[in-house]
């Protein structure tokens, strides 16, 4: 469900669009935008986390190492390609002194995308 979120980051990032596009429990957004020609829901970014994940409880840890274990590396360039592409996610990046190439996982809720970072 996550990768499909980071995904669908990618996706409307890469666009340059000011919303990200979900496609929870369907194809990735792309996908389901060419097969149906419209996004399903669209959840408008008000404010960017950047969280370190050394700070995270381990239970926390443990969902984030399975979300990035099950990730492909094409994907993870896309989407770190696409928090470059975004002024907003690459400036709260830049804020605290990390790039994209730190993000390991992303999520979207209520508004809040969290950017989840491993140092180098």
Request: aromatic fraction near 0%.
């Amino acid at each position: 469900m996550r990768t499909m979120t980071a995904l669908a980051l990618a996706t409307a990032l890469s666009l340059g669009t000011p919303a990200i596009t979900l496609a929870q429990g369907t194809a990735p957004a792309k996908e389901s935008a060419q097969q149906s020609g419209s996004p399903k829901s669209t959840v408008q970014i008000n404010k960017i986390q950047v969280i370190d994940v050394k700070t995270l409880p381990d239970a926390v840890k443990t969902q984030v190492d399975e979300v990035v274990s099950k990730t492909s590396d094409e994907d993870m360039k896309g989407l770190r390609a696409s928090i470059d592409a975004s002024p907003a996610a690459a400036g709260a990046l830049k804020e605290k002194g990390i790039s994209s190439a730190q993000v390991v996982a992303i999520n979207i809720a209520d508004g809040v995308l969290t950017m989840f970072t491993k140092a180098a």
